[in-house]
């Protein structure tokens, strides 16, 4: 077996020796980072069914739905924000979940708000003078869990009061956004594999020419045809 001393090794170019380099580590990169992303695309793939095929009967978890409703006194400084009451009503409930606020205030005494997270639902009213609250609780079976994961953010453009406030709505971020760059990835060494292989060229840029323009007609075409 040669060595790395050999002299015909020792002659092939600097470059070359790189690029066999990183042609290994690409195509390795490539493999095991699409076993890692393997659930994520399944998951993001069949929940993205069901928002786009919600007649579908199996989809159909809202109106299967359970619906449960407990209410009880609470206690909370009457000098705290909004969200302080809201985190005091989840802690006491023993609620789990992202606040959101759904309406702006119409009545002083009362302080409303959702608890979400992916399958459940929690509907909150509070009657601040009262202190009492009545939470009525929306619990959903996989497909709903599924579609929930697949929108949940914790965040909303349209209204600043809507950020995360629960420690797994940010972890499930930070995941999403590594999920996006792997991907990414994922799609520039698999570029780089196609392009090594000589005898695939031609049909890989017809899969590539056809992908772009497809996805090109839906990012900008259909503004451009009918704007």
Not at 46 to 58: E, K, Q, R, T, V
Not at 89 to 111: C, H, M, P, Y
């Amino acid at each position: 077996m040669p060595s790395y001393t050999d002299p015909m090794i020792s002659r092939v170019p600097e470059s070359r020796r790189w690029a066999a380099v990183f042609a290994t580590w690409n195509r390795k990169a490539h493999y095991y980072l699409g076993l890692y992303l393997l659930f994520f695309l399944w998951l993001f793939s069949l929940s993205g069914l069901l928002l786009n095929h919600s007649s579908w009967a199996f989809a159909q978890f809202y109106p299967n739905r359970k619906i449960s409703r407990i209410e009880g006194p609470v206690q909370f400084s009457s000098s705290g924000s909004d969200f302080d009451k809201a985190r005091a009503v989840k802690r006491q409930f023993g609620i789990e979940g992202e606040i959101g606020w759904s309406a702006t205030r119409s009545d002083a005494a009362r302080l409303e708000f959702n608890v979400t997270r992916p399958g459940r639902v929690y509907q909150v009213q509070t009657d601040l003078k009262a202190n009492r609250a009545a939470v009525t609780l929306n619990e959903y079976n996989a497909w709903g869990v599924l579609r929930g994961m697949h929108t949940f953010v914790g965040v909303s453009p349209d209204d600043p009061r809507n950020q995360r406030d629960w420690i797994l709505t940010t972890i499930w971020a930070i995941s999403m956004d590594a999920v996006a760059v792997g991907v990414m990835v994922l799609v520039l060494s698999g570029i780089y594999l196609w392009w090594n292989r000589r005898e695939m060229r031609t049909a890989g840029l017809l899969a590539l020419v056809a992908g772009t323009a497809v996805c090109g007609l839906f990012v900008a075409g259909l503004r451009w045809i009918y704007g």
